[in-house]
């Protein structure tokens, strides 16, 4: 039996932390019970607590499991990828041709939003 057949399937095998401005990320490599490998990546935030010495701490957690480990880095490397080699007009033209000119309409007034009807959206 080597050492990873003796750790509980809680324990993390390995444990990388990030710190990046107000949140903090960690990447956990565990085991399942039938002794299959998986990452959690959880992001914390810091926010006030019940008194300034005990911060609250908001967690999301995700886990990803070996059968889409795969899948998960070709989507990240892609939206990676894609705000790497973007500049913002050539994303402004690439959302334009999203949209389709029947169901967005310019609002009118000076706040440039615009108004969407959310039924057109759904056909």
Known sequence: MNEYDQMQPRDAFF???IRAGKRTYYFDVKATRGN???I????????PGESEDRPFFEKHKIFLYK??????TDGLS?????????????MTDEISHIHDASTVETATGT???????FEDLSK
């Open 111 to 117: 706040s440039g939003f615009t108004d969407l009807n």
């Open 36 to 38: 299959d490998f998986y």
């Open 67 to 72: 059968e889409d480990f795969e899948k998960f």
């Open 78 to 90: 892609e939206a990676l990828d894609f705000i790497k080699h973007r500049r913002s007009g050539e």
């Open 40 to 47: 959690t990546i959880t992001e914390s935030k810091r926010k």
């Open 15 to 17: 444990s990388k932390r």
